[in-house]
Structures are given as C-alpha cells and as structure tokens.
C-alpha cells in the first residue's frame, strides 16, 4: 500500500530555533499534502493544504509565516516552524493524496512529537 | 461546511465484546466516509470505507455502513480484543475536497 515517511519522529528543541519536518510520499506522487497538529484528547486541527509546486492554503487561525510549508515535488513536503515556542510542543502529522480523484483516501505519515524547551 | 459528529470516548470494554462507535455527519452532495485508526504514537492508518450509500466498508472484523436516511456511518465489531485498543477517527471527504475528522474516540479493551 501507500507509504508516507515523516521524519523526525521525535525532536526537542530550544525556544527561538526553528524546526523543519518532512513529509514523503514512498511509492507514489502526492498531488496533494495535507497537515495536522494533534492537541491533547486526540482532535486533529487542519493546519494548511499544500499543492505541488503551489503555496500552501492555511486555515483560518494558522500563522503562515511562522509555519512555513514547502510543497517542492510530488514526493516532498516539509513543514517549518520557525522561532519555536514552548506553545508550539505538540504532535504533528503529515498526509498525502495521491490521485485526482478527491474521494480517495489519505495516506498519513507517523507523525513527529515536537517539544520546545 | 461539512462536519463529522463522533461519540465522546473513552470506550471501555472488556475483551470479546461488541463495538459501536457512532459517528454522524453533515455534508453537501455525496460524501465518501472512512474510519482510521490511531496507534499509540503513530499517525493515522485507514480502517475502512464507503464511498456511496447502502455500501458496507469492513477490515479486520470491523464494519460500517453508509446510512445516507440518518447521516450515519457507526464503527461495529462483534468481538473486540485488547490489541484493538487506539483511538478511531470517522471522516468524510467530497464537496470541498478538505477532509473533514470528527474528535476520535479513544477506545480501551481490558483483558
């Protein structure tokens, strides 16, 4: 089946430095990535959509300049938070559609385990 | 806008019982639904799906159908075992072509 890789799994950083995550799409080209920031009790909040070769589309409340999203192929997206703060410790997972077909599922990566120190 | 209604969790059962986690949702046209499954730790991976109403998703013992009369499309299982235990996200997708997640709910299985 579809493989999405998210690396790093798990990262901590000090506050002020900027952390990049990236999202690969293994065995087939992602027309389309979707991230997610997963807060305590489980709700996935949508942060941006993101379009091969196109910038990025953030949902209402998302700081665009703080989290950067770099949609350079078909295979790769990568996802920057820049300036981290101790608010921005969270879980982070990336998604991937892979056909123009909008009703097909999402191929999720294992997500990355952000902590600001 | 479209949106995903899941039961409040956790669910807490004991091994060998049945399963119903309810999920209900509001659309424009004709939604696909999906159901994923969270592993402690891990992202998301895909349960099940329908695509069209009548239609019967079902992967590992578990199964929803797509009820378009009641907006429905409720996880089952008739015999839950403790590696079952994660969190379960009931999803749409069409219209907008955004994927919409309802909460999660968070199931427990005791032996």
């Known amino acids: 089946g579809a493989v999405v890789s998210q690396h790093p799994s798990r990262v901590i950083c000090k506050s002020g430095t900027s952390v990049k995550i990236e999202c690969r799409s293994l065995?087939?080209?992602?027309?389309?990535m979707f991230w997610y920031r997963q807060f305590p009790k489980q709700s996935l909040m949508l942060m941006a959509t993101s379009n091969e070769g196109s910038k990025a589309t953030y949902e209402q409340g998302v700081e665009k300049d703080k989290f950067l999203i770099n949609h350079a192929s078909l295979t790769l997206s990568t996802l920057t938070v820049t300036s981290a703060h101790p608010e921005d410790s969270s879980f982070y997972i990336c998604?991937?559609?892979?056909?123009?077909?909008?009703?097909?599922?999402?191929?999720f990566g294992n997500g990355t385990r952000l902590t600001v120190t | 806008g479209n949106s995903v209604t899941q039961m409040e969790g956790p669910v807490t059962l004991s091994e060998e019982a049945f399963l119903t986690i309810n999920c209900t949702y509001t659309?424009?046209?004709?939604?696909?639904l999906f159901w994923y499954v969270q592993y402690p730790g891990e992202g998301l991976q895909l349960l099940l799906k329908?695509?069209?109403?009548?239609d019967k998703g079902s992967n590992k013992g578990f199964e929803a159908t797509y009820r378009k009369e009641t907006t429905s499309f409720h996880l089952e299982k008739g015999s839950v075992q403790v590696s079952d235990s994660a969190v379960y996200f009931c999803?749409?997708?069409?219209?907008?072509?955004?994927?919409?997640f309802g909460r999660g709910t968070s199931l427990i299985v005791h032996p």
């Open positions: 998604s991937a559609q892979g056909t123009d077909d909008y009703n097909s599922p999402l191929h």
């Open positions: 999803a749409l997708m069409g219209g907008s072509y955004i994927p919409t």
């Open positions: 065995d087939f080209q992602a027309t389309t």
């Open positions: 329908a695509t069209k109403a009548d």
């Open positions: 659309a424009t046209g004709y939604p696909s």
